[in-house]
């Protein structure tokens, strides 16, 4: 519990940190003094006005009828709740914005430059939102409660969120910033790098080309494959409270953003030959990470599928069943095997020589696992003798041979 006192101060800083180095010449993470800006350089009258509209255009997308409507999982007092599916169609409609915009002649390169107070104001936004949300749950009833954040400890709970599913109507706020706002704002952030580097050098990099390519390409495939996000430990298990507003609003969009605003200041030249490996690198894991989230989905929503039906599994003592042939039968969490080989490809093209450009895949990797760890000791609790039988037939955890 100590971490969730510490949390929501150290990495709102951290956050101000790395965009703050990598707008330095050096890009040096281990810098003393930091290049930390100037006070008057963290807030920008622009910023929370682009927020602002920022978040009420994903919003009004959001709510359009657009797409079908899916049913989640069956909650602890036995209902389902229904989740929009059209998150493709906003990041759809946010490329046509944008590109109108770019038409008109508005300076997108200048996101860039009101990168910090844009972060300040995401940071604060998160915030605000953890403290209305923790807030509310105290007029929740009981089964709409999260297990896990519900302790007691006021700063532990406003950490992990006490209400599971807050909605204001039927719009379900832990699952718009799941994957709306800032994942979509990871996107616009990254094409803002773009435009300030063609305003610098006349014309994209090589090296901008596939991070933006890249990275699009890994959002685009989180909002197609969207209703995949009603199965997972976010929407099923945990509250919404400030680790997941901050993780969503500020964390992703801000973090994960830094290969393109290196390169902005730390042009790299890449030969074809390197850009065809690092290509290939990311295929490979798009491909590892497509695949085998899909198998699982799949058998969640409908073990009897004809794509998963003929799959060798162990039966558990809770009725459910483990998968050990197919993707999961190679290792324990395939899916992260192929997020890890993509998070390597977005840092590659920033070239060797900064570690900045690395921090993704060192954090990404650390995350994953931690989560794998968190996973292993939950179901070994959940499923006993079944889970050891499961891990004698599937030795590996992520990388095969080696983890």
């Known amino acids: 519990?100590?971490?969730?006192?510490?949390?929501?101060?150290?990495?709102?800083?951290?956050?101000?940190?790395?965009?703050?180095v990598c707008r330095s010449p050096g890009?040096?993470?281990?810098?003393?003094?930091?290049?930390?800006?100037?006070?008057?350089?963290?807030?920008?009258?622009?910023?929370?006005?682009?927020?602002?509209?920022?978040?009420a255009l994903q919003g009004f997308l959001y709510l359009l009828p657009v797409g079908k409507v899916s049913e989640g999982l069956v909650l602890r007092d036995g209902t389902k709740l229904r989740y929009p599916i059209n998150g493709f169609s906003a990041l759809c409609w946010s490329g046509v914005l944008l590109g109108l915009c770019l038409w008109l002649g508005m300076p997108l390169g200048y996101l860039f430059d009101l990168i910090i107070p844009l972060?300040?104001?995401?940071?604060?936004?998160?915030?605000?939102?953890?403290?209305?949300?923790?807030?509310?749950?105290?007029?929740a009833p009981n089964h709409a409660l999260a297990l896990g954040g519900n302790?007691?400890?006021?700063?532990?709970?406003?950490?992990?969120?006490?209400?599971?599913?807050?909605?204001?109507?039927?719009?379900?706020l832990k699952y718009f910033c799941e994957l709306r706002p800032g994942l979509i704002g990871w996107v616009v952030l990254n094409l803002g790098m773009l435009m300030k580097e063609v305003e610098l050098r006349d014309s994209p990099s090589l090296a901008m080309l596939l991070v933006n390519g890249f990275q699009l390409l890994?959002?685009?495939?989180?909002?197609?494959?969207?209703?995949?996000?009603?199965?997972?430990?976010?929407?099923?298990?945990d509250g919404f409270g400030f680790m997941l507003a901050f993780g969503d609003l500020a964390w992703v969009p801000f973090t994960y953003s830094l290969q393109a605003m290196f390169l902005v200041v730390h042009p790299q030249t890449l030969s074809p030959l390197a850009a065809t490996g690092i290509v290939l690198l990311n295929g490979i894991g798009y491909y590892i990470f497509r695949k085998s989230n899909s198998q699982k989905n799949q058998f969640r929503r409908n073990p009897t599928h004809p794509s998963v039906a003929n799959l060798e599994t162990i039966a558990t003592a809770t009725g459910k069943r483990l998968l050990v042939s197919g993707w999961w039968g190679f290792v324990r969490h395939p899916n992260y095997l192929g997020d890890i080989l993509m998070a390597l490809a977005w840092s590659l093209p920033c070239g060797v020589s900064h570690l900045l450009p690395y921090f993704y895949l060192i954090y990404f990797t650390v995350l994953l696992v931690h989560r794998e760890d968190r996973d292993a000791r939950q179901c070994r609790?959940?499923?006993?003798l079944a889970w050891d039988t499961y891990c004698r037939r599937v030795p590996y955890r992520i990388i095969p041979y080696v983890y």
């Open 1 to 20: 519990m100590r971490r969730a006192t510490l949390i929501p101060v150290f990495l709102p800083l951290t956050v101000l940190y790395l965009l703050s």
């Open 27 to 55: 890009a040096s993470v281990l810098q003393w003094p930091p290049p930390l800006p100037p006070t008057a350089h963290l807030l920008d009258p622009v910023a929370p006005v682009i927020i602002a509209v920022w978040v």
């Open 119 to 139: 972060a300040v104001c995401a940071i604060a936004t998160s915030y605000l939102l953890a403290l209305y949300l923790y807030i509310r749950s105290f007029w």
């Open 151 to 172: 302790t007691g400890n006021p700063l532990y709970d406003f950490f992990m969120g006490r209400e599971l599913n807050p909605r204001i109507g039927r719009f379900d």
């Open 218 to 237: 890994y959002v685009s495939d989180a909002l197609w494959n969207e209703e995949a996000v009603l199965t997972t430990m976010d929407i099923v298990h």
């Open 381 to 384: 609790a959940k499923y006993g």
